[in-house]
């Protein structure tokens, strides 16, 4: 192949990429969208108005902060949630892009007229760890949902990425100080009891925004190196359902061409799968792992007969 050649390709690759990044969102997608976003930023509000602030819990980021001025001036807490995350937007359209920045918009004003709306409502228990728990976990699963589908519902992981491009630490390191500071403070605004607890929040938030993310049906990748790969993935493919693919491999130290298998399947599948490699091979090299999310190919069950 010439160079000329080879830079048309190149340049070709390049258009097609472009294309898939500019692609628009069909309306079908794009409204299955905002009906996702719209009931994540609800939930969160539910979780804040009707279990972590008539307890005086707050959460992390923007909205902690937001919680503490509206107890303090005896504002509404949407005003705040809604004026102090619009920087945020200007910031993120930049940073990452513009159906971010929109989707973000969207579930910022989904939730600020979510919390006034649920204002006057009393708190669903006086319970503090009860409301503790179950508040961390209605915002996190509405939390989850908004990231899982394009969104954000606050701007604090917008400010940690932009601040990781100067600053020598991970975005996840960022975020950790601006929350430890902002729920510390809590302990100054109301009590170091209900800081403690604001923690606790923040958790079980925190766990449960993984869980909706990434699904309770967590997939795991497998890498199979055996003498006896042949018979391995066909054992796959009957007893699991489970399409398979072969690499050719060459080990370091022998020199020896080797048949790698790599699959994917589910952690229900784990024990099982393991049981077929011992079976045909107790010395096989056997690496699992997870994965958080799969897409395309052939990953869908085949029928076991």
């Known amino acids: 192949m010439s160079s000329t050649e080879e830079v048309n390709i190149a340049e070709e690759k390049q258009i097609l990429i472009r294309k898939a990044q500019h ?49 303090i001036t005896g504002l509404k807490l949407g005003i705040f949630i809604f004026i102090l995350n619009i920087p945020f937007f200007f910031i993120g359209y930049k940073q990452i892009g513009k159906t971010f920045a929109l ?17 006057p409502v009393p708190a669903f228990t006086q319970d503090i760890l009860l409301a503790t728990v179950f508040g961390g976990i209605i915002l996190g699963i509405g939390v989850g949902i908004v990231i899982r589908y394009g969104g954000s519902l606050d701007g604090t992981e917008i ?31 109301f009590t170091w009891d209900r800081a403690m607890y604001s923690l606790l929040a923040y958790y079980v938030a925190f766990k449960t925004i993984d869980i909706t993310i990434t699904g309770l049906d967590e997939s795991k990748s497998v890498w199979i190196i055996s003498d006896n790969a042949k018979v391995i993935g066909d054992a796959i493919m009957d007893r699991l ?58 990953f869908k069950k085949q029928d076991i007969h």
């Open 103 to 119: 989707s973000t918009l969207y579930g910022i004003i989904v939730l600020s007229i979510t919390t006034t709306l649920l204002h």
């Open 241 to 298: 359902g489970r399409g398979v693919t072969y690499m050719n491999g060459e080990g370091a130290y022998s020199g020896d061409d080797k048949k790698v298998i790599f699959c994917v399947i589910n952690r229900l599948e784990e024990a099982k799968l393991k049981e077929i490699v011992t079976d045909y091979d107790d010395h096989a090299f056997l690496a699992v792992a997870d994965i958080a999310e799969v897409r395309g190919g052939r």
């Open 159 to 189: 400010l940690a990425i932009l601040f990781n491009k100067k600053l020598p630490f991970s975005v996840g390191e960022i975020i950790m100080f601006f929350n430890l500071f902002i729920l510390g403070s809590a302990g100054f605004v």
């Open 23 to 71: 692609r628009k969102l069909s309306k079908g997608r794009l409204l299955q969208r905002a009906l996702l976003i719209t009931l994540g930023a609800a939930l969160m509000g539910v979780g804040l108005e009707i279990f972590l602030v008539p307890n005086n819990v707050i959460d992390g980021g923007i909205t902690g902060i937001s919680i503490m001025l509206s107890y």
